[in-house]
């Protein structure tokens, strides 16, 4: 079953975008002392330090308070016994929703205000759930194929601009694409997918779906 479940019905209905734009503003320049040529703009946003890894493990149903600052974390979420419904939600979203055994990496905190402070869980077994920050995700390499299946995030560097996306899906593929302070939604479809997402590097993909995925940047 698709997770994010609140931002792919709204699509499927054609109610809002997933994507806010990012508009940004004007700020005026003060001007430059004369004889002196004003300094540069910024032109990139500088990225955060290195997070300390945050793991959390319990058994059955749970409200876990996290400690994670306002930043975009990566979380795994791993309860190989569980049978029945299995879900994880924040304040924001519920990022996983599912049936039986899994294990699976979304994202948390992608959007500007949107700060995650409590997971409720839903569970019958023994669980553990882990936030790292990107240093703890695969990398997609141009030419060399990750595959796998469940849920999944990679990091996509610079260098890259597109990402092929082959699913096995008995029920919807979802891909996202984290760019800046936004996520965006370019595939939301039933069953199986192949075709290639548009990616500007540095961002994040994430794969969505029910069965298995191979992906391949270029």
């Known amino acids: 079953m698709i997770r994010r479940l609140c931002a792919a019905v709204l699509l499927t209905v054609g109610l809002v975008a997933c994507s806010p734009p990012n508009l940004g503003r004007v700020v005026p320049q003060a001007a430059a002392p004369e004889g002196l040529a004003p300094s540069p703009a910024p032109t990139t946003k ?5 997070q300390r890894e945050e793991k959390h493990s319990g058994k059955g149903n749970a409200s876990v308070p996290m400690a994670w600052p306002t930043r975009i974390g990566f979380v795994t979420f791993d309860c190989p016994k569980c049978s029945g419904h299995v879900a994880v939600n924040t304040e924001n979203e519920l990022i996983v929703n599912d049936v039986g055994p899994y294990k699976g990496t979304q994202w948390i905190n992608d959007m500007p205000g949107r700060q995650a402070k409590t ?6 077994a ?32 610079d260098a890259v601009t597109s990402v092929a996306v082959a699913t096995k899906n ?22 199986d997918y192949t075709g290639s997402v548009p990616v500007s590097g540095p961002a994040f993909v994430s794969v969505e779906g029910d069965g298995t995925w191979t992906v391949t940047a270029s």
């Open 119 to 124: 997971f409720t869980i839903k569970a019958n």
């Open 170 to 191: 008995s029920g919807r593929t979802a891909v996202w694409v984290h760019s800046g302070d936004y996520s965006e939604l370019p595939v939301n479809q039933l069953g």
């Open 46 to 50: 500088p990225s955060p330090g290195p």
């Open 126 to 157: 023994a669980w553990t759930l882990t936030i790292t920050d990107e240093s703890g995700l695969p990398v997609l390499e141009p030419g060399k194929p990750l595959s796998g299946k469940s849920e999944a995030v990679f990091t996509v560097p």
